[in-house]
């Protein structure tokens, strides 16, 4: 084994292995443990993922490489988003067809970055909602819900956004503006199509009782659909825009019959390849100067009738994508009973909080009137939800909206997946998120390269490691288990790298040991992970391998390993009892030689301590020695 680590080339061997053996493809008729693990699909601009959504697809990808390792089979399905306002208006302004664009930003988006993110993503089951073959569906969606009495058009003031051009849903405005482009929102009255929300709000709000989700998610739910004295709040859903680039409301109008929908055989109505796609301002979509589009019959009295030319909301697309996933291969229903009934409804959903009352209520809404319809057999989609926590960039949210993107290519390329995948989970806790530091990458790539030599170099002995070092093992299992199970990856980290330590200051090298350090590292750092694992005699795939235990015997100290920062950047990690106080921590922490190097005699002004997750050492500026 050389005592060089090359992340090129491990990072390509390993990703062939597991395309070619399918490692990442469960048997989906078969799993006797069902665990369907889903994070929010993309939306592949050409700009391409930023870090924060790595942050958030990582951190996902965590819990289920966990939860694998306890014997679930577990399904992590990908796809895209792709339809709406962002690609056309980048259509515009470069003069690529988005029909043209789209697939190239999902071809980055899927071969340049998501299949190096070393998740655990079944390809084989990806779905783009710009497919006529799903967007046939969305149609069918859109169907039934009219024929439910829960679609319905009327003419009523909306949100405008000028620059635009088209409406926006309630969720889509933030302080008067529109979320995408920041202009200031006017109101116009058109005719719209709404679906019925308000039939559902009081259901909506009961059963947020009953999910396990992040509590600030659960309270913004609550506070867009009812008021501080328990009453509209809610408004029924604007899902109609007038734009291009999107699904086609699957309605006709006719003189005689009013709106019909197109039969089911009809579908999918297929969005024509309109050259002129710009908006003109008028509050008419662009299909609506297409005659050959707009000039149909109507499917009940065979008269002449008119095409509607709004198109569906991409919130439309996403209300009901993780149903499909499972039946992706099914063309000809939308979900199977039997793939829906195994997988689903989803066991754990991560993403990010902004889609707390878009996305998230809009999902709720659809699967419970599937329920009612005798569609699905639940009504709430997904069991347990957590929001990530926010990536900021000098104070501010990352996200290609206001700017704030920093592409993780170059740090991948540069420092390999598992440096940046460690770094990302060790900067700040998962579910709070907090300052970029990608300062963060050298160290994680230093750690690895020490775990990589120590193997290298060792000279493995199959004798049990000794008292001290197996007391220690049993509770670094402990913590990083407790830690993995409550999404506390930057504290797991730490312990991680205490017993790494421990292990290379051990006389002798156990292969125990390592094999136990391999296990619990996999999740965090997956490639580097399979290889050690192959190294140090194993085989198989250490995806497979068993979660390690603990006894309570062996682990008789109770701490809690927790990182510390100086100034904001994390630099090192310590051991204490749960709950211990700001001073006592302090004094541990500058008793170890990375927080004093980093604290380098300044005069500490300020500790931030958050039990058991954090301690922050905020420091002046230099004494001077006259």
């Known amino acids: 084994m050389s005592d060089s680590y090359n992340h090129h080339e491990i990072e390509s061997k390993w990703r062939d292995v597991w395309e070619r053996e399918r490692t990442h493809s469960p048997d989906l008729s078969r799993a006797g443990r069902p665990y369907y693990n889903l994070m929010m699909f993309p939306y592949p601009s050409a700009e391409g993922l930023h870090v924060g959504n790595v942050f958030s697809y990582v951190g996902s990808d965590v819990h289920a490489r966990f939860i694998r390792a306890h014997g679930w089979d577990v399904f992590q399905p990908m796809g895209f988003d792709a339809f709406g306002v962002h690609s056309e208006n980048y259509a515009i302004k470069t003069g690529t067809h988005p029909a043209r664009q789209t697939p190239v930003n999902v071809a980055r988006f899927r071969e340049s970055q998501l299949k190096r993110l070393a998740c655990l993503f079944d390809w084989s089951h990806e779905v783009n909602t710009t497919a006529p073959g799903y967007y046939r569906w969305t149609q069918w969606l859109f169907i039934r819900l009219f024929e439910a009495g829960l679609v319905y058009r009327a003419e009523a003031p909306v949100n405008w956004c000028p620059s635009c051009r088209t409406v926006m849903a309630n969720a889509m405005v933030e302080s008067g503006c529109c979320e995408r482009c920041r202009t200031a929102i006017e109101t116009r009255t058109l005719p719209q199509w709404f679906a019925r929300t308000t039939a559902f709000a009081g259901r909506l709000v009961d059963n947020l009782a009953h999910l396990d989700w992040s509590p600030r998610t659960i309270a913004a739910q609550k506070n867009w659909i009812m008021d501080a004295d328990g009453g509209l709040r809610l408004r029924d859903w604007c899902i109609s825009r007038q734009r291009y680039w999107g699904t086609p409301i699957p309605m006709v109008h006719c003189n005689k019959c009013g ?336 927080v004093a190097q980093a604290v380098d005699g300044r005069p500490v002004i300020r500790v931030v301590h958050v039990p058991d997750r954090i301690l922050n050492i905020v420091t002046g500026a230099q004494a001077s020695d006259g």
């Open 259 to 594: 709106a019909v929908p197109v039969d089911d055989a009809d579908l999918p109505v297929l969005l024509p390849d309109l050259q002129d796609f710009a908006p003109d301002g008028s509050g008419r979509s662009p299909l609506a100067r297409v005659s050959a589009f707009v000039e149909t019959t109507c499917p009940d009295c065979g008269g002449d009738a008119r095409r509607e030319t709004d198109v569906c909301s991409n919130f439309m697309c996403s209300a009901w994508y993780f149903l499909r996933y499972p039946s992706s291969d099914c063309d000809t229903a939308p979900f199977t009973a039997e793939a829906t009934g195994r997988w689903l409804p989803v066991a754990m959903y991560a993403g990010g909080n902004e889609h707390a009352v878009g996305h998230l209520l809009y999902a709720r809404f659809v699967t419970m009137a599937l329920h009612d319809m005798g569609l699905v057999p639940f009504e709430e989609p997904f069991q347990r939800y957590r929001a990530n926590g926010t990536i900021t960039q000098g104070g501010a949210k990352m996200s290609k909206s206001t700017g704030k993107v920093v592409n993780p290519e170059a740090y991948i390329d540069r420092y390999g997946i598992d440096a940046f995948r460690m770094a990302l989970m060790f900067m700040c806790p998962y579910l709070e998120g907090g300052e970029l530091h990608l300062d963060c990458v050298v160290g994680t790539r230093r750690f690895l390269d020490r775990v990589w030599r120590y193997v290298a170099t060792a000279e493995f002995a199959d004798a049990d490691p000794s008292a001290a070092l197996r007391s220690q093992i049993h509770r670094a299992v402990k913590s990083v288990t407790g830690d993995v199970e409550r999404f506390r990856y930057n504290t797991a980290i730490s312990a991680l790298m205490d017993l790494f330590r421990a292990i290379a200051a051990a006389p002798g090298a156990s292969r125990e040991s390592v094999r136990t350090l391999v296990t619990l590292l996999a999740p965090f750092a997956p490639v580097i992970s399979q290889e050690l694992w192959r190294r140090i005699g194993e085989t198989g795939q250490v995806c497979d391998a068993p979660w390690p235990t603990w006894e309570a015997g062996q682990a008789p100290a109770e701490t809690s390993a927790i990182p510390v920062q100086v100034n904001g950047n994390t630099v090192s990690g310590i051991c204490i009892p749960p709950a211990t106080d700001v001073e006592n921590a302090l004094v541990v922490a500058l008793a170890n030689d990375r």
